[in-house]
């Protein structure tokens, strides 16, 4: 059991730290405070490669592994949350549905794209379906060589910016699950819009917003995977998600304790840096250690992944950790800030606000434990 | 035939000698009087002549030069070969180019074709008292360090040595000495190169290494606007502004006034370093200014500890109003 | 066309500190990098290969861990390296490294050299021409631009109150500033093809043709007598007062010293 990472991962955390520390923390707040969606920083990610790097050479993909694709996602997190989710919803999500269930002709058109110059997402989750995704009321319905497609989605990450989605709808109302299927809908085709931009808690500078389909016609090639097989396509690229979303709250968290490390050196009451006090000194020492256990958690889903067998467990175990962990150690860095740490110069209060949500999408932790308890209980 | 006399290469662009010129017989006049040798500078050009007494008047005791038609652009090769040339035929103990941009292509080419020691930007030459070899000091790992280096077995010990180091002597119009024109032909080979054009670089042309009062601004200035107290101030004072690099890769200010390590190294009377961190490649560049005045938000910024006074605050309260006092005393 | 990059790994100096007690370096946990104005090289010699294309290869002279620097230059677009290390290299000076470099390139052959201007640790700027003299090549230093026309090479040569613009026929070796342009980040995929697809080859002393007498230690004219950090200067006063009353201080401390 090897837990060093090998050097090919090394170099590469440290091409993603440099990146991040470059490119994407100058930006971080800003994004934030204008709820502004980073169009320059994705453009640069597409350039050196960092939108498709678990994905085949085949299809214009990096040919890493999921490990290099999480130290990506936690280097990025690490300075800005925003700029984590976009990449994870993009490649986990919908890269990952095509790449899973996508014909070579689909994969050589949507999943080339997505890994060279275009923003994708995933849409399942509708007003009426959020942890219960198999009542799905979008429809789409045969006609001809094309599907008609009508209905809405909701919370949709990437919405807007992205040119490929990922899209869920009933074919058949009456086989209940069995009756989903996916497709991919392009941005632009007629019948196909957008709802207003949500106002959210935080990760502010991501786009998420409604998606509407009225009468929206695409091609019947655009079919992914098997009528009927959608609901199992979701929840196995769900799967995936999950490891991408425990990396973002792994670097989340991370990005929490290095700022309160460097604060509490530098700020001095009674005479003495805080540094010196225990009770600092202990909430760093358990915020290091959750850090650190949902980390080798979140590289083990990882690793898990990359041999093919089943890991919807240790992606589970991995999320739930990683997203509590987030929760747990950017509110108490918050609170080692006192004051300071509301105030909105110091990022410590936008990490707080960003890490909620890693307990929510892509699977509730309420979710998460269905999956594990699943798993155990047999 | 042994080795013998101290030569200085005598830098001149478009029939005016550089500053460094001078300085190089300066400091080789001190190592000439330790070796009881005498002081030649070799000067390259064309229709150059005129040049060879200000040499002498600057301390040399003998001036060697070529004047040539294609040695009046600066090139590599034809220098080189010329260079060489004095070499073999008048064997020099030591040769001493300025660390200018010219000296720094030249010195390593001939270095390297008449197979000796080069040892560049050097900041502390002598003679060893014992076994008369030059003892050549530079900073090093980045200006973190110093070290003597020495080139025991090869010859002319050759050295490279920044504008601005060393000092030139007094001019002395009446001293006398010997001024020699050589008879040497460079000959076109693979390693000449055509130059097409020369572009006088745009904007005032500023040398901050001739200023007595300099006025360096760094990050903490916060932009090209910031610096225009910076240029009052250094009106002010009848001194010049200059910059950190940090500034200057900013694109704030232009790179002839970036001092440092790999911008220029400056000794004025007086140093203002505003909101500048003290960089350790900075430092290099100006800690041996006569009297360092430094301000900074930052109490703990590394400029304060070669500072002669440091002044922790707000440079755009301080500045307007340090401009305004001096005014008056002046 | 091939373009050999000289590359050197080098402590990253901007991040040394001295030991304020004892007035040492404190070279330990400072990272190694890949110099600066070698990077520029390699980017000046990528974007050669991107617009006209070219076979891009990157040469080190250093010890074993230098390839990792060779890997970066991989990961970046490099097409394959080679890594001269050897005990027999140790301790040279810039004659001795610039002739062992040379011999390399000289076998490994090539139309167009690019080297850093100077690297942040020795500051010498003298390897480059040193190469180029001894594979009797013309160099072209400082250069912030480069174009290739035919077989020449175009260079912009920044010298301190000019800019020149010289033609040279290839083969040729060109200094290069890092202001010359903004390196590329690596891509994941370019990491993974530099350790797991492309070649780097590690040479030794018997694998060039090299006399004894130009390598090393042995073959340097030059050697350190001594280092030693400089003597720090005594810090003078340092006041966080009030605008008033630091102006005060100042235009008082300047008569004082006689500069008013």
Sequence with gaps: MDFTLSKEQQMARQLFRDFAVKEVEPLAREIDEEHRFPDETVEKMHKYGFMGIPFSKEYGGQGCDTLTYVLAVEELSRVCGTTGVIVSAHTSLAAGAIDSKGTAEQKEKYLRALNTDKLGAFALTEPDAGTDAGSQRTTAVSDGDEYVLNGSKIFITNAGPADIYVVFAMTDASQGTRGISAFIVEKGRPGFDFGLAEKKMGIHGSSTRELIFTDCRIPRENLLGREGKGFGLAMGTLDGGRIGIAAQAVGIAQGALDKTIAYVKERKQFGRAISKFQNTQFQLANMATEIESARYLTYLAAEKKDTGERYSYEAAMAKLKASRTANYVSSLAVQLHGGYGYIQDYDVERMMRDAKITEIYEGTSEVMQMVISGSLLG | ?330 | MKIIVCIKQVPDTNEVRINPETGTLMREGVPSIMNPDDKAALEAALRIKDASGARVIGLSMGPRQAEDVLREALAMGADECYLLTDRAFGGADTWATSSTLAAAIKQIGCDLVLTGRQAIDGDTAQVGPGIAEHLGMPNLSYAEDIRIDGSDVIVRQQYDDSIYTVRAAMPALVTVLSELNEPRYMTPGGIFDAYREKELTVWGRDDIEIEDENIGLKGSPTRVAKSFPKSVKAPGMTINEGADESVQFIVDKLKEKYIL
């Design chain 2, 1 to 330: 035939m042994a080795y013998k006399g101290v030569f200085t290469f005598a830098e001149q662009i478009d029939g005016v000698l550089t500053n460094v010129s001078y300085e190089l017989i300066g400091k080789a006049r001190d190592l000439a009087k330790d070796l009881d040798e005498d002081v030649t500078a070799v000067l390259l050009g064309e229709k150059i002549s005129h040049l060879a007494p200000e040499l002498i008047a600057g301390g040399a005791d003998r001036v060697l030069y070529l004047d040539r038609a294609e040695l009046k652009v600066y090139r590599t090769e034809p220098y080189t070969q010329a260079m060489t040339y004095v070499i073999e035929e008048y064997k020099p103990e030591i040769l001493l180019i300025g660390a200018t941009a010219l000296g720094r292509d030249l010195g390593p080419r001939l270095a390297a074709r008449v197979h000796t020691g080069l040892t560049a930007d050097c900041t502390a030459l002598e003679i060893d008292p014992e076994n008369k070899e030059l003892r050549m000091t530079r900073p090093a790992f980045g200006g973190n360090l110093m070290a003597t280096i020495l080139c025991a077995d090869h010859r002319p010990q050759m050295a490279t040595v920044r504008p601005g180091v060393m000092v030139r002597e007094v001019a002395d119009p009446e001293r006398a000495g010997e001024i020699i024109q050589l008879d040497f032909k460079p000959e076109k080979n693979d390693c000449y190169v055509t130059v097409e054009e020369i572009a006088k670089k745009i904007g005032q042309h500023v040398d901050i290494t001739e200023a007595d009062v300099l006025v360096a601004g760094g990050r903490g200035v916060g932009g090209a606007e910031g610096f225009a107290i910076l240029q009052e101030l250094a009106d002010v004072l009848g001194g010049e502004m200059a910059a950190s690099r940090a500034v200057v890769d900013a694109g704030w200010q232009a790179k002839e006034r970036q001092v440092g390590q790999t911008g220029k190294t400056v000794r004025p009377g007086l140093y203002f370093a505003v909101g500048i961190s003290g960089a350790i490649q900075h430092l290099a560049g100006m800690e041996e200014a006569e009297y360092i005045v430094a301000i900074n938000k930052n109490p703990d910024a590394a400029i304060f500890s070669v500072a002669d006074v440091g002044i922790v605050g707000d440079l755009f309260e301080i500045v307007p109003k340090l401009i305004a006092a001096l005014k008056k005393e002046i």
